[in-house]
Each structure stands twice: as structure tokens, then as C-alpha cells.
């Protein structure tokens, strides 16, 4: 985390970032940086925007396909129904906005113009969860859960700049809507080049008997910190990383929960209607009786503030991951 | 191969004859539930009459044509009216209409784009000209002539989504983009809870070429829509101002035209005065 903004202790002006990643290399805007180079063998992805292009790093695309490339002005209902109309014409349009407006304002549009005629939109969202000092107004903190009601819609939470790059080439294959959480400006690079993302699949990081982690987006890099700094403590600790809500890979995690003591959530949303939500179901499902504990945002509006203070008030570091896990009874 | 396209002239009377096929359709349609959108569907068949049988070019063999031009029809409630041109335009079977409404029946109350001939799933209000705009995109992308008709209704225009995609149409300067603005005055709850007026002055304002006419008056219609073939770099706007229940004096004059709900033995009541009217017009 960015040392001169925790010292300040300030909200950063709008699309400005505090570096997250614990000393790990970075790369810049790696889904722009996948999309424009998707946009060379594939005529038919175009790019749309609602005055948010800056910031949810589609501009590397605009560059090099202006003629492909929509900013269709604030208006999230209509970048949705324009996206819609595009891929009825046989276009593979990637939409971006913020996760806010994506879910709480478009909704009916995502629901009914996209995922009831299962057209091949991805919608590429900005600012999930905690990941910005403005406040309820921008906070992602329940997209997760609201999009999951949605039939047919494809959920991605991905953790790092590796795997960002291949989802997004994975949802330009595949055929669908999409709803996928960005990661924008300087992402960490917490994956091997060789790792492999796959819709769908959950991906067994650390094994692990005391306890098992399931964790999805960023989190997932401060689980396998905190795995590491326990297992130095002489607690085993297993990571299963879950980067696709939906459809989602319950039989990995009935299986990866089985095999451990006890079962932690980690997630950069609330812990209510998100993984935590859909890993109790799946163990209620699979009959697995096992004591679920939750690491991820309360249910409640968050204020304002820099994102490093932020996130350590309400519990998204290693340290409230290695704090939850040391006191688990 | 049967394909519509913009003829120099056009035979008036035989769309008028049309409008009324398609009246005869919708009301042994409402007939058989007893209950429907009827007075829209009236209202709106001489503009669907002009489309299928003049202005649209489309292949009913071939629904899937790249280069056809589509119909949106945001009100989705309006079906009634769609399913009776559509069987007329030889894609779905005329003797499937009696199946309109009815359990399992792919013609239902509001359209759904699984039955052949829909271009959009409407009846959520304040979807269907964003969705317009997004496939006259998609068109010029591919250097195709094919133009995007949108049928919207007044009641729909209090949706803050029709003007989002009004503003973004006239940016674009999609001037195969023609908004078909269906003005019967009336919506759920009663006449225009809103006032909506000037609603040609409002277009105007958002850069949209637009014409005002009496939307039951078929060469109104014919004439309206030869106009906006112009590519002058303006989406065009027509304003239509129908009668709902056009055609059946009891519907036209009943304050429930929204939704239409009589005894089926009634229904026979109707059927006549609306064959008396249409032969008084002959």
C-alpha cells in the first residue's frame, strides 16, 4: 500500500489509486491492454463507455479501434440497451462503467435487454467492493450478490493483472453475458504467467489441513500471504482461489472443504449474498457440516476515506485475514 | 425469394384494406381471451400495416437477413398488434393467432424474442430505442443500408432511458434510426397521468428530424415515412396521433382502453360494429 497515502490518511482525488499489491510487480491497465490486442484478430469486439473511459482503462482500445469504440455519455440504462443492440448484430461488445452503475442503475436493462436473451455483452466494472475512498455512492460492496440473482449472467471476480488478462480473453470466447470486476491502473502481479483461468473452475493455490481459505478477487492475494505468515505459526493453511461466483464451482469447494478443519470466506464484498453466502449453500447442499467463518465487508454503507485506512478499519488486509483465522476457536 | 422494399408509390387503398385485416385479426385475437390490449393494437395498425406491406424490407423466409430492416416494438403489450401483421406478413401462421394469450402459446400477452419476428423483448418500458441505437451501430459497422424502426409509445417517454438513447441516437447522427412514436393519450393509469406535451417540440430539441400526423390517416402515415428516408445525418422521429380502439366506436369512446376486459358474449357486439364501421369506410 501506498505509504504517502495512509500517512496523509486522505481520500485521493477521482481515479487515482493507492497502489495495492505488497511490493509485488505490477502491470498497467492490463485489460485495456488485453482488450486492444484481442481487437486485432477480432473485428467483431467493439468497445463502449459511459464517460468513464479513463478510468476503467478501455482506452488502450479506443486507440487503436476508434471506429469501434462508443461513449455513449452518463447514461448507464442506455450503454446497456446500446451494447444489447450491437451484439444483436452479431458484435461482441465489452461495456464499461463503474460496478455501482452497473448493478444499481442499469439493472432492469442488464436483466432484461442482456441476460434474458443471454446476448454476448461483457460488462467490465469498475471500483468492486472496496477499492475507492468516495463513499456508499461508489463503493461496489453488493454487486456480487445483486448480479448472482441474474439467469444466465457470467460472474467474474478476478485477482490479479494474470488473471485479468486471460478472463479477458476467456469471456471474449465465451458466448453470454458477462458481468466482470475490474482491476484498473497498476494491478499486481500475484499469478505465474502460466496460470490458467478458466470459467468456471476454482483453483486449488495451497494445500492446506487446519484450515481452508476460499477467496475470490484480490483477496485471494492476501490469503495466500496470510497462509504463508500461519504456516510459519505452524497452523496449515489450504487457499482455494474462486475467481468465477457464477456458474459457480461447487464441487471444488464441497471437495476442498471436506479436506480441511475449518472453513474461512474471504471476499472484497459483504459477507452477506456473496461467496460466503454461496459457500454455506454449497456445504448445506453437499451435507457437509462445517462451521463457516466470514472475512469481507459488513452489511452497511461505508464512509469516505483513503482506501489503505479503509480497508484496514473494515477488514480486507492479511493482517484481518491472519487475525481471524490465529483466533478461530 | 419475397422481399419488401420501398416502392415509389404506394397503393393506399390496398394498406388500408391491410389496417383493417390486421383490426379483423386483433379482435377475434381479444375475442378468444376475452381481455387484451386491443384499443393499442386498433390504435397502432395503420402504422404496422404501412411498415409490413410498404416500408420494411424483410424476407419473411429469412429471418435472420443481415440486411433487413427491423421493427422494434417497445411496447411489448402492443403484441396483439404485432402477432395479427406478422401473420399477415406470411411469418408466423394465421391460425396460430387463436392461440394469443393462451397457456404454452409462443404469442403471448407481452412479446418475448423467441417467437419468430420479435427484434427485442419489450413491455419494459424504456428499452427498445437504446437497444434501436445499438443495432443502427452495429449496422453501420457493417456498411449496411438496413434501417432501425423503433415504436415507442407517449406513456413510455417518461422513462429517463428514452431520452438517454434520444440524445445518444442524434450524436451518432443515426439517420437510419426512425422512432415511431405512438400518442393514443392514454396509459396504465388512466389518460396521461403526465403531461407530455409538446412532444414534437421535445424531439426536436434532441436533434431528431420529426413529423407530426394523425397516425390513423394511412397516407399521413405513407407520406410521414417516405420523408424520413433522407440520410441527412438526423435520427428520425414520427409523432402519430392515434385513436385507441380505431375502428370499434365502443372501444374508442370506453375510459378503460388500456386494457380491455369484457364478457365474451359481448365480444360478438364488437366484432359486428367494427365490420359495419369498416364497411361504412369501404
Redesign the interface.
Known amino acids: 500500500m501506498s505509504g504517502a497515502a495512509m500517512e496523509a490518511g486522505r481520500t485521493l482525488a477521482m481515479g487515482q489509486d493507492e497502489a495495492i499489491g505488497g511490493g509485488r510487480q505490477s502491470v498497467e491497465a492490463p485489460f485495456g491492454k488485453a482488450l486492444a490486442r484481442l481487437g486485432q484478430s477480432r473485428p467483431d469486439i467493439v468497445g463502449l463507455t459511459a464517460d468513464l473511459g479513463k478510468y476503467t482503462d478501455i482506452l488502450p482500445f479506443r486507440d487503436a479501434f476508434p471506429d469501434r469504440f462508443f461513449n455513449v455519455g452518463m447514461a448507464e440504462q442506455n450503454l446497456v440497451a446500446v451494447a444489447a443492440g450491437l451484439a444483436r448484430t452479431g458484435k461482441v461488445p465489452f461495456a464499461t462503467t463503474y460496478g455501482v452503475f452497473a448493478t444499481r442503475r442499469a439493472y432492469d436493462f442488464v436483466a432484461i435487454a442482456l441476460a434474458h436473451s443471454n446476448l454476448d455483452v461483457k460488462i467490465v466494472a469498475g471500483l468492486p467492493g472496496l477499492t475507492t475512498g468516495y463513499g456508499g455512492t461508489h463503493q461496489a460492496i453488493e454487486d456480487l450478490a445483486l448480479m448472482r440473482m441474474i439467469p444466465g449472467l457470467t460472474i467474474i471476480d478476478p485477482c490479479d493483472a494474470t488473471e485479468i488478462d486471460a478472463a479477458t480473453e476467456a469471456i471474449a470466447e465465451h458466448r453470454g453475458p458477462v458481468y466482470m470486476r475490474l482491476l484498473r491502473g497498476s494491478v499486481p502481479v500475484v499469478f505465474e504467467p502460466g496460470y490458467r483461468f478458466e470459467i468456471g473452475k476454482a483453483r486449488h493455490l495451497r494445500s492446506g489441513s487446519d484450515v481452508g481459505i476460499i477467496s475470490t478477487g484480490f483477496m485471494t492475494e492476501r490469503a495466500l500471504d496470510a497462509a504463508d505468515a500461519l504456516r510459519k505459526q505452524g497452523i496449515s493453511v489450504g487457499v482455494l482461489h474462486v475467481p468465477t461466483i457464477k456458474p459457480f464451482d461447487a464441487e471444488a469447494v464441497a471437495e476442498f472443504a471436506a479436506s480441511v478443519g475449518r472453513v474461512v470466506t474471504v471476499e472484497n464484498h459483504v459477507v452477506v449474498g456473496g461467496l460466503a453466502s454461496l459457500v454455506v449453500e454449497t456445504l448445506f447442499d453437499a451435507g457437509i457440516a462445517k462451521k463457516v467463518t466470514r472475512v469481507g465487508l459488513p452489511d452497511r454503507y461505508i464512509e469516505c476515506g483513503a482506501v489503505p485506512t479503509l480497508q484496514a478499519k473494515y477488514g480486507l488486509t492479511t493482517e484481518a485475514v491472519i487475525a481471524t483465522i490465529a483466533a478461530l476457536k | 425469394m419475397l422481399r419488401n422494399s420501398p416502392p415509389g408509390t404506394a397503393d393506399i387503398g390496398a394498406l388500408e384494406r391491410k389496417a383493417t385485416q390486421l383490426r379483423r385479426h386483433m379482435l377475434t385475437m381479444a375475442r378468444g381471451q376475452g381481455q387484451g390490449y386491443i384499443g393499442q393494437g386498433l390504435g397502432i395498425a395503420d402504422t404496422l400495416a404501412a411498415l409490413y406491406f410498404h416500408e420494411l424490407r424483410y424476407d419473411p423466409h429469412n429471418l435472420t437477413w ?1 440486411d433487413r430492416d427491423r421493427l422494434l416494438l417497445s411496447t411489448g403489450h402492443y403484441s396483439i398488434a404485432l402477432w395479427s401483421a406478422l401473420a399477415e406478413a406470411g411469418i408466423i401462421p394465421v391460425e396460430e393467432l387463436a392461440t394469443y394469450g393462451a397457456d404454452n402459446s409462443r404469442l403471448e400477452m407481452s412479446t ?2 423467441t417467437t419468430p419476428g420479435v ?3 419489450g413491455g ?1 418500458l ?2 427498445g ?11 453501420r ?2 456498411k449496411s443500408d438496413a434501417r432501425v424502426f423503433v415504436e415507442l409509445s407517449d406513456g413510455e417517454m417518461q422513462e ?2 428514452t431520452w ?2 434520444a ?2 441516437a442524434s ?2 447522427k443515426l439517420d437510419g434510426l426512425l422512432a415511431l412514436i405512438d400518442c393514443n393519450g392514454i396509459q396504465a393509469d388512466g389518460p396521461m397521468v403526465l403531461d407530455m406535451e409538446p412532444v414534437a417540440d421535445k424531439w426536436r430539441a434532441f436533434g431528431w428530424q420529426t413529423a407530426e400526423i394523425d397516425g390513423n390517416d394511412m397516407k399521413a402515415v405513407v407520406g410521414a415515412l417516405a420523408d424520413a428516408r433522407e440520410g441527412n445525418g438526423k435520427p428520425k422521429a414520427i409523432v402519430l396521433r392515434t385513436l385507441p380502439g380505431k375502428g370499434v366506436p365502443r372501444i374508442e369512446t370506453s375510459e378503460k382502453s388500456h386494457f380491455f376486459r369484457i364478457d365474451i358474449a359481448q365480444w360478438d357486439g364488437i366484432i359486428a360494429e367494427f365490420e359495419q364501421s369498416a364497411g361504412a369506410a369501404r
Not at chain 2, 430505442?129 to 449496422?139: D, E, I, K, T, Y
Open positions: 443481415p418475448l424474442d427484434e427485442v423483448i419494459s424504456g428499452h430505442l437504446g437497444q434501436g441505437v445499438g443495432q443502427a451501430l452495429g449496422l459497422i457493417d429517463g432511458s438517454e438513447a440524445m445518444s450524436h451518432f
